[in-house]
């Protein structure tokens, strides 16, 4: 199971006392999600186990309940996925407007991937203009969330034909990606914009981007599972093809 999960943000060491209490949250996250061959049906299993060990107001609550959202959407169990939706509304109506901004934006999301799932591209683009964030709301969700929010902006902008916009959200996703400090993304989303450069026919800055992306792929070899290498060398096979160079593609 391939889940948007959590990376660990920063690459100090841990203290001692950290190291001894056992792995944080999202290194639990992390051992759940990033296997490709471990079984939907366990991952989910840990997914509740964690769920059930987390304070609901540890902001990794959030982080667990998302993944265990995306999870039964892998699993296409919608009445699952809806489910929990009363413990996405506890964030929702949290008193606190940075909780309550984060669930929202978290719920949304789900409903965007269930309807782009069914290939609902006008359900899924109410999904994210529901949202509502003010500039300053938006600016105060942390990093990673505005990453996600990004994406799937620019992924809705693909649909509609409005690349410029596909661009500026994608340009937008490498920078939270940047501040998350999750290498994983930030490639996912270089290797994104360079395709998107290349559907608009600027092959130079298509392949400036890809090129960074395998950059940081190689600097990184351990944080990408197979399907996201794939993915990044797609990319770079497509826009080799677009700019003619076929015997490059082919290789």
Known sequence: ???????????????????????????????????????????????????????????????????????????????????????????IQDGDPRRAAQGRVAWQLLMYSKSAAALDMAAARSALEAI?????????????????LYER????????????????????????????????????SMSSLAYTYGVQGDQAAAQRWIDQALARMEAHPNRLNATQRANVLTSLGTIQTDAGRLADAAL
């Open 153 to 188: 902006r620019a992924g809705a902008a693909v649909q509609q034909g409005k690349l410029d916009d596909a661009q500026a959200h994608r340009l937008a996703a490498v920078r939270a990606a940047e501040e998350a400090d999750s290498p994983r993304r930030v490639i996912d």
């Open 132 to 148: 509502r964030l003010t500039p300053q709301e938006e600016q105060g969700l942390p990093p990673l969330w505005r990453w996600r």
């Open 1 to 91: 199971m391939c889940l948007a999960l959590p990376w660990a943000a920063g690459a100090q060491e841990a203290p001692a006392s950290a190291a001894a209490s056992g792995p944080s949250i999202a290194e639990r996250l992390d051992a759940i999600g990033l296997p490709e061959d471990r079984e939907n049906a366990r991952a989910l299993h840990e997914l509740e186990a964690l769920r059930r060990s987390v304070s609901p107001r540890d902001p990794m609550a959030l982080e667990v309940l998302f993944s265990l959202g995306l999870g039964h959407l892998t699993d296409k169990n919608e009445a699952a996925l809806l489910a929990l939706e009363p413990a996405f509304q506890a964030w």
